[in-house]
Nanobody, 125 residues
Framework: VQLQASGGGLVQAGGSLRLSCTVI???????????MEWYRQAPGKQRELVAE???????NYADSVKGRFTNNLDNAQNTGYLQMNSLETKDSGVYSC?????????????????WGKGTLVTVSS
């Protein structure tokens, strides 16, 4: 299983970025995404949960990003998106995605969590 995060970059304050996180699973496995989470870690700070979304579209956001960030999940593409608007310098950091997957078949029904590598977001003043 791989989670490929992309979309980070350098943007001026007030600008926007859209991060994506694609879940890649070896052929032959059937799965669904139970939920996807986005975390960020700024230099010298602890990692914090920024946004999360469930398979049915329920979302939750950190207070610091409410009204500016929007979380979406495209189940058909196995991809989650984090739209970040009105970016502020304090939003800078490494953003990582994590997903809980449910693997199912006639012989299996199990959940597991996976993490992707981070993508760097730098917001300049």
């Amino acid at each position: 299983v791989q989670l490929q995060a992309s979309g980070g970059g350098l943007v001026q304050a007030g600008g926007s970025l859209r991060l994506s996180c694609t879940v890649i699973v070896a052929p032959g496995n059937t799965f669904r995404i139970n939920n996807m989470e986005w975390y960020r870690q700024a230099p010298g700070k602890q990692r914090e949960l920024v946004a999360e979304i469930t398979s049915v579209g329920s979302t939750n956001y950190a207070d610091s990003v409410k009204g500016r960030f929007t979380n979406n999940l495209d189940n058909a593409q196995n991809t989650g998106y984090l739209q970040m608007n009105s970016l502020e310098t304090k939003d800078s950091g490494v953003y990582s995605c994590a997903a809980e997957l449910n693997f199912y078949s006639d012989y299996e029904d199990s959940d597991a969590e996976y993490w992707g590598k981070g993508t760097l977001v730098t917001v300049s003043s």
